[in-house]
């Protein structure tokens, strides 16, 4: 069975500071991956997705980026963190097909001082 | 373009009674839909997918929801509410790569 990871669970980071959050995903091959993040009482909002390693689309533009150095890799990073970046980050997976489910990992609580 | 809407961003029901949360969409073509569960500080957890197989859509949790192209709508329902269903509750069409999600709906069980 499919399992996808993500680390670390919770972050407390200083403004101006950088970011690397990590994600997996095990027990299958060539996922399609997405980064979202949920500001507090807010919805999803869609960062980044990758249907290939090294292929990255990017949907809001702003101070993150995103890596795929491995097929089941998905790596969030940012150079110099603001406040705003604070919130929960969501990696999910899907297959490759069209339509397919989206399943997403446990997150991780980004908290910027 | 495509969009999904959740009315009402918070719903209360008490324990027993019936739960009813709205979803509608906005596509020239049907898309594949879905609900997700969100619990406080986890990832988002499938509760029912609709893929045009069959209109009436069964989920885990005793969830159901039925997909009514007339109406453009996937509203989700449960017979009988129970506190374990406090979450919140997301909306979600399929596209080519990405979906697209509602804003969500905290559902409130009151004792």
């Known amino acids: 069975s499919q399992t996808i990871h993500q680390w670390p669970a919770t972050l407390v980071q200083p403004v101006g500071s950088p970011l690397s959050l990590e994600c997996t995903v095990e027990?299958?091959?060539?996922?399609?991956l997405y980064w979202y993040r949920q500001a507090a009482g807010r919805g999803l909002q869609l960062l980044f997705y990758?249907?290939?390693?090294?292929?990255i689309s990017s949907e809001v533009p702003q101070n993150l980026s995103a890596s795929r150095p491995q097929d089941r890799q998905f790596i969030l990073s940012s150079k110099k963190l603001l406040l705003s970046d604070s919130g929960f980050y969501l990696c999910?997976?899907?297959?490759?097909?069209?339509?397919?489910?989206?399943?997403f990992g446990p997150g991780t609580r980004l908290l910027v001082l | 373009a495509q969009s999904v809407t959740q009315l009402g961003s918070h719903v209360s029901v008490s324990e027993g009674a019936l739960v009813l949360l709205r979803c509608n969409y906005s596509?020239?073509?049907?898309?594949?839909l879905f609900w997700y569960v969100q619990y406080p500080n986890q990832g988002l957890q499938l509760l029912l997918k609709?893929?045009?197989?069959?209109?009436l859509v069964k989920g885990i949790n005793g969830f159901e929801a039925e997909f009514k192209k007339s109406e453009t709508s996937f509203h989700l329902t449960k017979p009988s509410a129970h506190m374990s269903d406090a979450a919140e509750y997301f909306c979600a069409a399929s596209g080519t790569y990405k979906y697209i999600f509602g804003t969500g709906t905290r559902l409130k069980v009151l004792a």
């Open positions: 027990g299958t091959s060539n996922p399609n």
């Open positions: 609709y893929t045009s197989a069959a209109t």
């Open positions: 999910a997976w899907s297959g490759s097909q069209y339509q397919e489910t989206q399943y």
């Open positions: 596509s020239s073509v049907p898309p594949y």
């Open positions: 990758s249907v290939g390693i090294g292929q």
